[in-house]
């Protein structure tokens, strides 16, 4: 039985071109593709893939929210990362939302294929220079005391998905209107979200969306 695949990817010559790649592996077959996170959180219910592989930024909602929604309505399902960046955030987020892989774009094919054998024999995959840059930044903790950090606050999903539009430039009415609740229920998710990062303002609410890979704002 070949392992279907459903591929979320926002750019159209680089979906297709791993689309093409994929077809030459007698192994697999690609059920689905689209470049919305949204739609793949839908398209995944419908047809129910083997593997998901997804790119990290997307315009509507990112690979982490989509991962996590995705594992959430099905958790049968293995995700497999497919990004440019190698930031720190964005690797442990991934494997936090159930992302199984991460894999860099600039990796040959040969690795992507990999990728895709491990984590569909239940184990987990890094690309050998996303391993370098968790290396780094564990060795760079060490080096920072003995005591141990506070743990980070905890968002729920639909505060970080106010937390990501706010990030981007919303209006109070516009996420109102998006997520199908009142002006005054954003404003009271906004100032919980404040109060729980101890932070006091729209920028550096939109930093701390960045460095914690909920928003990259070069969609």
């Given at each position: 039985?070949?392992?279907?695949?459903?591929?979320?990817?926002?750019?159209?010559?680089?979906?297709?071109?791993?689309?093409?790649?994929?077809?030459?592996?007698?192994?697999?077959?690609?059920?689905?593709?689209?470049?919305?996170?949204?739609?793949?959180?839908?398209?995944?219910?419908?047809?129910?893939?083997?593997?998901?592989?997804?790119?990290?930024?997307?315009?509507?909602?990112?690979?982490?929210?989509?991962?996590?929604?995705?594992?959430?309505?099905?958790?049968?399902?293995?995700?497999?990362?497919?990004?440019?960046y190698d930031n720190q955030?964005?690797?442990?987020?991934?494997?936090?939302?159930?992302?199984?892989?991460?894999?860099?774009?600039?990796?040959?094919?040969?690795?992507?294929?990999?990728?895709?054998?491990?984590?569909?024999?239940?184990?987990?995959?890094?690309?050998s220079s996303i391993t370098?840059?968790?290396?780094?930044?564990?060795?760079?903790?060490?080096?920072?005391?003995?005591?141990?950090?506070?743990?980070?606050?905890?968002?729920?999903?639909?505060?970080?998905?106010?937390?990501?539009?706010?990030?981007?430039?919303?209006?109070?009415?516009?996420?109102?209107?998006?997520?199908?609740?009142?002006?005054?229920?954003?404003?009271?998710?906004?100032?919980?979200?404040?109060?729980?990062?101890?932070?006091?303002?729209?920028?550096?609410?939109?930093?701390?969306?960045?460095?914690?890979?909920?928003?990259?704002l070069n969609s």
């Open positions: 039985m070949k392992l279907r695949v459903l591929l979320v990817e926002d750019h159209a010559l680089v979906r297709e071109g791993i689309e093409s790649l994929l077809r030459g592996d007698p192994d697999m077959e690609v059920v689905g593709r689209t470049g919305s996170g949204q739609a793949a959180i839908v398209m995944a219910r419908q047809i129910t893939p083997d593997l998901v592989i997804m790119d990290v930024v997307m315009p509507d909602m990112n690979g982490i929210e989509t991962a996590r929604q995705i594992v959430h309505d099905n958790g049968a399902v293995k995700i497999l990362a497919l990004s440019m955030a964005y690797i442990s987020h991934m494997i936090e939302a159930g992302a199984r892989g991460y894999v860099l774009k600039t990796s040959a094919f040969d690795e992507l294929s990999r990728a895709i054998r491990v984590i569909m024999e239940g184990e987990i995959y890094l690309c370098s840059v968790i290396v780094k930044d564990y060795l760079a903790k060490l080096h920072v005391g003995s005591s141990a950090p506070a743990a980070a606050p905890v968002l729920s999903a639909r505060e970080r998905e106010v937390l990501r539009m706010i990030s981007e430039g919303w209006s109070g009415k516009e996420i109102a209107r998006e997520i199908g609740v009142t002006p005054k229920t954003v404003e009271s998710h906004r100032l919980h979200i404040m109060s729980k990062l101890k932070i006091h303002g729209v920028a550096e609410l939109t930093r701390y969306a960045l460095r914690e890979g909920l928003t990259s």
